[in-house]
């Protein structure tokens, strides 16, 4: 294996005049890459100039329950007796609704039928001879498949 960059260092010749000096091992710092202001693009920071991040806090992974437990509170303080009495006076109004239109069409029919019920007499019913007929009929009607059906008499 290789001896560390340090300890070759020594042994190695003195860099030549002009050319760049390899920094020491204090100046080099790994680079991150970080997003820049503006989110479109990374941009290369050392990595000593990167501020810690604040450590995030542990959630809480139990299963929540499955209703609310305040919705369960109100529920049983009697809200839901007000939910319900809400329902019933609903349900009264739908089964009173038809009321409304008594005064319009029921007075209409009334009115018709004692017109006719006044004017039945003056037009003088007349009986024929009391006589009664009665008509009977057998009607067989068969129904068969896919809509066929016959009847008869």
Request: aromatic residues 6%.
């Amino acid at each position: 294996m290789s001896a560390p960059l340090e300890s070759r260092r020594e042994t190695l010749a003195p860099p030549l005049p002009g050319w760049p000096q390899q920094p020491d091992r204090d100046d080099r710092d790994p680079v991150v890459y970080v997003p820049d202001a503006y989110g479109e693009g990374m941009v290369a920071i050392r990595r000593s100039q990167v501020q810690p991040t604040a450590p995030t806090q542990a959630r809480d992974l139990a299963p929540l329950p499955l209703l609310d437990p305040t919705a369960q509170r109100l529920l049983g303080a009697g809200l839901g007796g007000g939910a319900c009495a809400a329902g019933l006076g609903w349900g009264v109004g739908q089964a009173l609704t038809p009321l409304a239109g008594v005064s319009t069409g029921s007075f209409m029919w009334i009115a018709i039928a004692f017109v006719a019920w006044k004017a039945a007499p003056a037009m003088g019913r007349k009986t024929i001879n009391n006589t009664t007929h009665n008509t009977s009929m057998h009607v067989t009607n068969r129904n068969r498949w896919f809509g066929k059906s016959t009847t008869s008499t």
